[in-house]
């Protein structure tokens, strides 16, 4: 069993940055690749970035390159995601979630991922 907890949403201006946080406990935090969802009112839950279990490699969705980051301390068991460049449109709840590696460095579906935080709300006011 893996719990993971979220910190450091919050309201912020566009144009601003915020940098979520997703803490791990339960097993060793190595084993699992990790990923960032976001849900916004009225959609489906999206993907947005994902990182291997070393951290070496990632995947940042489309909608959000260039402006997100996805990293990892292994030795404090975190995952973080830097946002930059905000936009309204990046409203929404931000979950972490975390995924048994099995046959690829990470996954960008939500049903490859077996645990999820409760998530973090992100406000972006025009």
């Known amino acids: ?28 935090f190595s084993n699992y690749a990790m990923g960032w969802f976001r849900q916004a009112p009225g959609k489906e839950r999206e993907f947005v970035a994902a990182i291997s279990g070393s951290g070496g490699s990632t995947e940042i969705a489309h909608s959000v390159k260039g402006r997100f980051t996805i990293s990892r301390d292994n030795a404090k068991n975190t995952v973080y995601l830097q946002m930059d460049s905000l936009k309204p449109e990046d409203t929404a709840v931000y979950s972490c979630a975390a995924a048994t590696i099995r046959d690829s460095y990470y996954y960008i579906r939500s049903y490859e991922y077996d645990y999820w935080g409760q998530g973090t709300q992100v406000t972006v006011s025009s």
């Open 1 to 28: 069993q893996v719990q993971l907890v979220e910190s450091g949403g919050g309201l912020v201006p566009a144009g601003g940055s915020l940098r979520l946080s997703c803490a791990a406990s339960g097993r060793t």
